[in-house]
């Protein structure tokens, strides 16, 4: 164990941001996501939801400045608005003030987009349409 590391951190999902470049991605899936089937590096945070890992990784990961859209959702067919969004959207701005907008693509092209990802989250998360990708930026000093 370490000091202020939050315990929602394994050592995998530490050690995996850590080895992320800039214009990685990283998926975090909801409980029904096929995390095995698309993961290149899969890390498994079961009985942890999106919304708390999300706010543990943004302690410590920089958000892709040099892209529109550093965060994708994967939209419902019938466009609407899960309520999960909105909790996404508090916890980027608290570490991420100039965030401006999601990108939101398809439930396919989400999984395209997930093939390619540098590692992906399988959670416990129950709320449907809560998977997300975030872009790993730079830390300027």
Same mark, same amino acid.
């Given at each position: 164990?370490?000091?202020?590391?939050? !315990?929602?951190?394994?050592?995998?999902?530490? +050690?995996?941001?850590? !080895?992320?470049? +800039?214009? %990685? /991605?990283?998926?975090?899936?909801?409980? =029904?996501?096929?995390?095995?089937? @698309?993961?290149?590096?899969?890390?498994?945070? #079961?009985? +942890? =939801?999106? !919304? #708390?890992?999300?706010? *543990?990784?943004?302690?410590?990961?920089?958000?892709?400045?040099?892209?529109? @859209?550093?965060?994708?959702?994967?939209?419902?067919? %019938? =466009?609407?608005?899960? =309520?999960?969004?909105? #909790? @996404? $959207?508090?916890?980027?701005?608290?570490?991420?003030? !100039?965030?401006?907008?999601?990108? @939101?693509?398809?439930?396919?092209?989400? $999984?395209?987009?997930?093939?390619?990802? $540098? *590692?992906?989250?399988? /959670?416990?998360?129950?709320?449907?349409?809560?998977?997300?990708?975030? /872009?790993?930026?730079?830390?300027?000093?």
């Amino acid at each position: 164990m370490l000091k202020n590391i939050p !315990s929602i951190i394994s050592p995998d999902l530490m +050690h995996t941001m850590m !080895s992320m470049g +800039h214009g %990685d /991605t990283l998926v975090i899936g909801d409980g =029904n996501f096929a995390a095995s089937t @698309y993961a290149k590096r899969l890390i498994r945070l #079961d009985g +942890h =939801n999106n !919304s #708390d890992i999300l706010d *543990a990784i943004m302690k410590f990961f920089m958000l892709d400045q040099f892209t529109k @859209y550093p965060v994708t959702l994967m939209k419902p067919n %019938d =466009n609407s608005k899960p =309520n999960i969004w909105e #909790d @996404y $959207y508090n916890i980027i701005i608290k570490y991420e003030p !100039s965030f401006k907008e999601f990108e @939101y693509i398809d439930r396919f092209s989400f $999984y395209e987009k997930a093939k390619n990802a $540098y *590692a992906c989250i399988a /959670t416990g998360e129950t709320s449907i349409y809560a998977c997300l990708i975030i /872009t790993k930026g730079v830390i300027i000093k």
